[in-house]
């Protein structure tokens, strides 16, 4: 069964620091999102992207973070000056036309 | 404004009970779906409802939908002890085909063997 992976699946970085998170969605999916759960918390959505755009983005989302589709398969997430606050399980997710998301794994990001 | 406050925060049965699971929203939704998470995992989509649907099942999960209250349960029957995990209800409301997902704090549910 197809799945959505991401890499790596453990970061440790210092404080203002970029990281670039990595996901590969399912391949014939049309909608791809970010969203993170801090450490006992909820999760949140961060941004969803479709036909090469950012469609919504939340507040969270400010200029530190960025995404792109570089090829046909991969989908990043880069946070260009970490800061503690940023330390959460990230979770990219995907959907054909349909209304269900698919989730990768998690990369849980640690900033020192 | 918050949405998908589930309760119990936390949960916890004997090997062979039923676990129920309540979910409460505010605005109105397109669907409601429940997700899974072992401890420290990935989410796993368990079943999705949509606002015209009442009730749902899947093997041994039945989701129920109250648009009027704003309300959803899930019920786990049978429980195993590899249920242990917490559970979240996500609402999407559909707006130009895209739709983000609005989450609850989850329950903590724990099946003791």
């Known amino acids: 069964e197809p799945e959505v992976t991401q890499t790596p699946s453990h970061q440790v970085t210092q404080m203002g620091q970029e990281v670039i998170l990595r996901c590969v969605p399912i391949?014939?999916?049309?909608?791809f999102y970010w969203y993170r759960q801090i450490l006992g918390q909820k999760v949140e959505f961060l941004v969803s992207f479709y036909n090469n755009e950012i469609s919504e983005k939340s507040e969270i989302f400010d200029d530190q973070f960025s995404v792109e589709r570089p090829d046909g398969s991969n989908f990043t997430l880069k946070i260009r000056s970490t800061k503690l606050e940023d330390s959460a399980m990230y979770f990219c997710a995907s959907r054909s036309g349909q209304e269900t998301q698919y989730f990768g794994p998690g990369t849980r990001l640690l900033v020192l | 404004s918050q949405q998908g406050e589930e309760d119990p925060q936390a949960l916890s049965i004997q090997e062979g009970e039923n676990a129920t699971m309540n979910c409460s929203y505010k605005t109105s939704i397109n669907n409601l779906q429940w997700y899974r998470q072992n401890s420290g995992r990935g989410l796993v989509h368990l079943i999705l409802i949509r606002s015209n649907e009442r009730e749902k099942h899947s093997g041994r999960l039945r989701v129920t939908l109250d648009t009027s209250k704003k309300s959803s349960s899930l019920l786990i029957t049978a429980s195993r002890a590899a249920d242990t995990a917490s559970y979240f209800c996500?609402?999407?409301?559909?707006?130009?085909?895209?739709?983000?997902?609005?989450w609850g704090a989850g329950t903590k549910l724990i099946i003791k063997p």
């Open positions: 996500a609402t999407a409301r559909i707006m130009d085909s895209n739709y983000q997902l609005i």
């Open positions: 391949s014939n999916h049309l909608y």
